[in-house]
């Protein structure tokens, strides 16, 4: 299992490097922004990364759900490990958000934006599940209360994509949409080659967390079963029941 | 700062976050199969 598992994941590992390095020169030689001028390369690393993060929440929301059908505990691996992926490319998308966010709107973060108020939400929750996934030793008790969290967790992505066009935002609305797009043919390209380049990050990031995941369920089914083996069971009328059924 | 070097400081540090999950999870696959080979001696 793992020998095949391990090329696999060094090789997207290695794909997922050069695609990005690929996408890195694209975004670096866009025009600079008539308003915005060079921080508005910052959106082939911004938006890509909160595009991931609501793909790796989805994807934990799905293995939650057929988790849940077929009991099958590599679904919770799935959920688990895309969650952790997840949190790490909202971290990105929020700090890429801030640095992007000083010079062009003059603050860092405002917590009176939905846009960015409800990111930092989703992160939290978020947090929050991988938290309860620790918290819990017992596996079946951790996919059972995980997947109830991941499937109603959710719910925040559409809110927190929607909340541009629902509430009054300073955050933008969306540059992309099923009419057409408002950006330069040349930063149109940059940017859906760095969300395609991001996206294979996500899958190779996938591959070797599962990986791990799966070692490590080998090494705890091992502890569980040396336990086992170190206990004596106990025998009826030994010394350790003395006085019971002796009158 | 200047422009620039802000979009470098943008990249730097997320690419430096997706490398030290990356390393993270080399490190942890290989501390596993080394406690695993070692309980299956």
Known sequence: MTQSAQMRVKLLMALAGLVSALGIWLAYSTPPDALQRTYARIINIHAPAMWVAFLAFGVTALGSIVWRFTRNRRWDHLAGASAEIGVLFTVIGLVTGMIWGKPVWGVYFDWADPRMASTAVLLLVYVGYLALRRATIDPEQRASRSSILGIVAVIQVPLVYFSVNLMRSLHQTQSIRPGGSTMHPTMLRALLFNLGAFTLVYVALMSARMVVARLEEARAAREVSAAGSAVIPPTLGGPSLGGIGDG | ?41
């Open chain 2, 1 to 41: 700062m200047g422009e620039a070097a802000v979009v470098n400081v943008a990249y730097i540090v997320t690419f430096g976050l997706i490398l030290w999950y990356a390393t993270r999870m080399h490190l942890r696959h290989r501390r596993l199969t080394r406690e695993l080979d070692q309980t299956r001696d």
